[in-house]
């Protein structure tokens, strides 16, 4: 009636059973997420600069690299050239977002220098916005 099956399944069915796949670890998985969050988060930064330059954003961003650069093992984050032309209220609010992905999965892990980068930044975007209420205005 049925035909018995004939190859080796693709999961591991059995505990304790080596498979032919590497896996990772959750600690792996979550550096993993970390370090693209904060990449985001860098390029980012990297378009505010472009179109409002500033010492607090200069040194948010070499923060930025140095912790993508710790969670990828040492490799530096590709950066490419922002574009000069954007809505820097829009930049804002995404970069607020990216931040507070980045503090939730720090949280997680337990990376404190990433949690206190993520809310300072999550801070400094949020001033940012309230500083001019005509950025507020077009969301």
Not at 29 to 35: F, G, K, R, T, V
Request: glycine letters at 4%; a neutral charge.
């Amino acid at each position: 009636m049925y035909e018995p099956i004939r190859t080796k399944s693709v999961h591991s069915t059995m505990a304790g059973t080596a498979s032919d796949f590497p896996h990772r670890s959750r600690e792996e998985e979550l550096d993993i997420q970390l370090a693209g969050h904060l990449a985001a988060l860098l390029a980012v930064t990297d378009e505010l600069r472009a179109l409002t330059p500033s010492p607090d954003l200069d040194t948010a961003a070499e923060r930025l690299a140095a912790q993508v650069a710790r969670l990828r093992g040492g490799r530096t984050p590709l950066r490419a050239a922002p574009a000069a032309a954007g809505d820097p209220a829009a930049l804002h609010r995404r970069a607020h977002a990216l931040a507070g992905r980045a503090l939730v999965v720090a949280a997680s892990r337990a990376d404190t220098a990433v949690a206190i980068l993520s809310a300072e930044r999550m801070d400094a975007h949020t001033a940012a916005l309230s500083a001019d209420p005509k950025e507020l205005s077009t969301a």
